[in-house]
């Protein structure tokens, strides 16, 4: 009798210390998430506080259809099917540091840029890892120390834009190509695959355009970012010890499921998005609706991708979403 009651109690505390260990590894993923996606969200917060807004500067934000900036990503409402990227990216000018080609004639303000890396032909780091460019911008006038080296530009004001110079190229493109690749990226979040960013306006509206096309007469410009009330960012982040669990390939498909914000259905009066539609949308996809998981069982409980690429659960119960809104009026 004696020993039969040893044998429970050692089986008992066997399954409690299990238990134990499998709720502090999960904590211990969400709290490296969370570490992480901070780091993240307040690099991003520290830039655009100090991005220089003005009405004779180029930005490469994405925006309407017909507005020559855009920030590649799902902007404008397409599927990587339709030949775009899986998430967003951004450039502009901050007053901040950077990398400088020289010693001399540094100047105060910086090229930024924020992407995905998109570059399949790696399939490894920074492969969908967030990269961040700073490079730093010499003085108007100054005299390249190396002749030979490409011609290293200052700022740039309109009608020059972002796009426009060739040794800028990689802050406007991330795919496969030489024009994608520049030393002054580093990566800043290794565990972010997703990326995406949307605006809201002064007059309350959440839109991923950066201008008022309901004012009267109907806004048609950034103009200084003067109808823009705060920039909202959203990451998806996953624990690197997950990630190491399925190939590239299957977190590009994830990363394409979470919706952009063109696309993502809004829950206000008439479909109108409101502030928590995107991180709702992309934790429902993710996770399912509790309230219908029949319908929409989420790619948890389905153990698939919509195309069709299984994912452990242990894989989906390490991602995390994190929305933050940064105010313009405050920096």
Aim: charged fraction near 20%.
């Amino acid at each position: 009798m004696a020993v039969a009651v040893l044998v429970i109690l050692i089986v008992f505390v066997a399954q409690l210390t299990n238990s134990a260990t499998a709720i502090t590894r999960v904590g211990t993923k969400h709290m490296d998430a969370d570490t992480q996606a901070r780091t993240v969200l307040d690099r991003f917060g520290f830039d655009i506080g100090r991005m220089i807004r003005r009405n004779d500067l180029d930005y490469y934000i994405k925006g309407a259809a017909a507005y020559t900036g855009h920030g590649n990503g799902h902007g404008w409402g397409k599927k990587l099917t339709g030949g775009q990227q899986g998430s967003d990216q951004c450039a502009f000018f901050a007053s901040v540091p950077g990398y400088y080609p020289q010693s001399s004639g540094q100047g105060p303000i910086s090229l930024v840029a924020y992407r995905i890396n998109q570059n399949s032909t790696t399939a490894t780091e920074p492969y969908l890892q967030l990269q961040r460019m700073g490079k730093g911008l010499l003085w108007n006038g100054v005299v390249t120390e190396n002749p030979k080296a490409s011609t290293v530009y200052p700022i740039v004001f309109l009608p020059n834009t972002i796009s426009g110079i060739p040794s800028w190229s990689a802050a406007v493109n991330d795919d496969n190509s030489g024009q994608s690749i520049d030393a002054d990226y580093e990566v800043v979040g290794s565990q972010v695959f997703r990326f995406e960013y949307w605006y809201l306006l002064k007059s309350g509206i959440l839109t991923d355009v950066p201008w008022d096309q309901a004012a009267t007469p109907a806004h048609t410009w950034l103009n200084g970012w003067t109808d823009v009330q705060a920039i909202a960012v959203a990451i998806a982040v996953v624990d690197p010890r997950a990630r190491a669990l399925i190939p590239s390939t299957t977190l590009l498909d994830i990363a394409s499921d979470l919706d952009d914000f063109k696309t993502a259905p809004g829950r206000g009066i008439g479909g109108q998005k409101k502030v928590g539609d995107i991180e709702y949308r992309w934790n429902t996809v993710l996770f399912g609706d509790p309230a219908d998981l029949a319908n929409t069982p989420g790619i948890l409980n389905r153990g698939t991708t919509t195309a069709g690429s299984r994912v452990p659960r242990e894989v989906m119960k390490s991602i995390r979403i994190y929305v933050r809104y940064f105010d313009l009026r405050e920096q």
